[in-house]
């Protein structure tokens, strides 16, 4: 659906380095099948980016344990268990994760892959259940020190986090990703967004670090409101295509340069990597696998 997405392992490098030199603290990284652009979780494709970010730039790794809908779970945590990067996302729920409506909106596909994957998720439940949850907090978190970006698309993942928390299989400071405008979670509106913060502060108190996005257009306004609250803002080509009201964003550095603009022109500041590994309590890029 756009031309700058970065889809081989040298653009996605790139890709990240550039974002790293905009400002951005944490890279959060997918990898693609370099010939077709479909969403891959091989490790070996991972291999090929990460050692060149990090040689590159100091800014923390984010690896997803979430890939692709309808992966297995042992292929989604492969590239973690092979990298064991500072940080992995974590889906906090299963949920019904609907971009089916894009599949009737667009009607010029680059690849036969596409249309009939946004089209499935019509009848496709995205499974994150307390077992896998589980699983993914001992083997990559506990077992390898990773801590996690904890995304939570609806009200319950706050309550699902804090379960997981009392058990002590989490420890704090949390990382909590506030996700809004998917169809089937929360909806694109900012009274959601200042209630789930207000429920997290309630539920976690100082214990965590307040970040979030929108989908799509409502991407920036929803990550300004997000800073002016307190919190970190996460942006790039997964969440949004656009830069502006139907003007594509040319790379992922062009996002971060303006929520930069926006969020220094308010009189914040952004954190450095090393700060953000100080906030979080990140084990250090030396002790990566990559």
């Given at each position: 659906?756009?031309?700058?997405?970065?889809?081989t392992?040298?653009?996605?490098?790139?890709?990240?380095?550039?974002?790293?030199?905009?400002?951005?603290?944490?890279?959060?990284?997918?990898a693609?099948?370099?010939?077709s652009?479909?969403?891959?979780?091989?490790?070996?494709?991972?291999?090929?980016?990460?050692?060149?970010?990090?040689q590159?730039?100091?800014?923390?790794?984010?690896?997803?344990?979430?890939?692709?809908?309808?992966?297995?779970?042992?292929?989604?945590?492969?590239?973690?268990?092979?990298?064991?990067?500072?940080?992995?996302?974590?889906?906090?729920?299963?949920?019904?994760?609907?971009?089916?409506?894009?599949?009737?909106?667009?009607?010029?596909?680059k690849?036969?892959?596409?249309?009939?994957?946004?089209?499935?998720?019509?009848?496709?439940?995205?499974?994150?259940?307390?077992?896998?949850?589980?699983?993914?907090?001992?083997?990559?978190?506990?077992?390898?020190?990773?801590?996690?970006?904890?995304?939570?698309?609806?009200f319950?993942?706050?309550?699902?986090?804090?379960?997981?928390?009392?058990?002590?299989?989490?420890?704090?400071?949390?990382?909590?990703?506030?996700?809004?405008?998917?169809?089937?979670?929360?909806?694109?509106?900012?009274?959601?967004?200042?209630?789930?913060?207000?429920?997290?502060?309630?539920?976690?108190?100082?214990?965590?670090?307040?970040?979030?996005?929108?989908?799509?257009?409502?991407?920036?306004?929803?990550?300004?409101?997000?800073?002016?609250?307190?919190?970190?803002?996460?942006?790039?080509?997964?969440?949004?295509l656009?830069?502006?009201?139907?003007?594509?964003?040319?790379?992922?550095?062009?996002?971060v340069?303006k929520?930069?603009?926006?969020?220094?022109?308010?009189?914040?500041?952004?954190?450095?990597?090393?700060?953000?590994?100080?906030?979080?309590?990140?084990?250090?890029?030396?002790?990566?696998?990559?």
């Open positions: 659906m756009s031309p700058y997405l970065p889809i392992p040298s653009e996605i490098a790139d890709s990240a380095v550039e974002a790293a030199e905009a400002g951005a603290a944490i890279i959060h990284l997918h693609r099948d370099p010939q652009g479909r969403p891959v979780q091989d490790p070996d494709m991972f291999m090929q980016f990460l050692p060149r970010i990090k590159a730039t100091d800014a923390v790794i984010n690896i997803t344990t979430g890939g692709g809908l309808g992966m297995a779970l042992d292929d989604r945590i492969a590239p973690a268990l092979r990298a064991k990067p500072e940080v992995c996302s974590l889906n906090m729920g299963s949920m019904n994760f609907g971009a089916f409506e894009l599949g009737a909106k667009f009607t010029e596909w690849h036969d892959w596409e249309q009939p994957y946004l089209e499935g998720t019509k009848d496709l439940i995205y499974a994150n259940t307390f077992a896998m949850l589980e699983r993914i907090m001992i083997e990559v978190g506990q077992q390898h020190d990773v801590r996690f970006e904890f995304e939570c698309y609806d319950s993942h706050l309550e699902t986090l804090k379960y997981f928390a009392d058990k002590g299989l989490v420890k704090p400071p949390f990382l909590i990703q506030g996700i809004f405008g998917i169809q089937g979670g929360m909806g694109g509106r900012i009274e959601n967004l200042v209630n789930f913060k207000m429920l997290a502060d309630r539920i976690f108190g100082d214990d965590y670090k307040f970040s979030a996005f929108g989908v799509g257009r409502q991407q920036m306004h929803f990550v300004t409101v997000a800073a002016i609250l307190g919190g970190a803002v996460r942006v790039g080509l997964e969440d949004s656009y830069i502006g009201r139907g003007e594509l964003a040319k790379s992922n550095a062009e996002q340069r929520i930069r603009t926006i969020v220094e022109a308010l009189g914040l500041e952004i954190a450095t990597p090393d700060e953000a590994r100080a906030i979080l309590g990140l084990k250090g890029g030396d002790r990566v696998d990559f």
